[in-house]
Nanobody, 122 residues
Framework: QVQLVESGGGLVQAGGSLRLSCAAS????????MGWFRQAPGKVREFVAG????????RYTDSVKGRFTISRDVAENTGYLQMNSLKPEDTAVYYC???????????????WGQGTQVTVSS
């Protein structure tokens, strides 16, 4: 019932910024929390950031705190991930996800976008 399409990835220099977008189809997306995950080659997919269905609560993994900001526009059915001060370690495919955010913990549901590649050069 939820289709997600990520965009905004690309190649940037260390210290640069990117803004990822997650466009959702279907009104049901607004009832879910939204999360961003990333997966680098040879590594497991890891949680990056999450935001509640109403945008009132957020959660970040420690490695991106202070650099990344997750947001959503419920009316536009779109989520965002603003990434600043990018590091080579941030290089990965970034995936949008629909899920739930309870008590500061994000729980993904099996709705994923196709991913968008973020490459940060040193």
């Amino acid at each position: 019932q939820v289709q997600l399409v990520e965009s905004g990835g690309g190649l940037v220099q260390a210290g640069g910024s990117l803004r990822l977008s997650c466009a959702a189809s279907g009104r049901t997306f607004s009832s879910y929390a939204m999360g961003w995950f990333r997966q680098a080659p040879g590594k497991v997919r890891e949680f990056v950031a999450g935001i509640s269905w109403d945008g009132g609560s957020t959660r970040y993994t420690d490695s991106v705190k202070g650099r990344f900001t997750i947001s959503r526009d419920v009316a536009e059915n779109t989520g965002y991930l603003q990434m600043n001060s990018l590091k080579p370690e941030d290089t990965a495919v970034y995936y949008c996800n629909a899920g739930n955010l309870y008590s500061g913990t994000y729980y993904p549901v099996n709705y994923w976008g196709q991913g968008t590649q973020v490459t940060v050069s040193s």
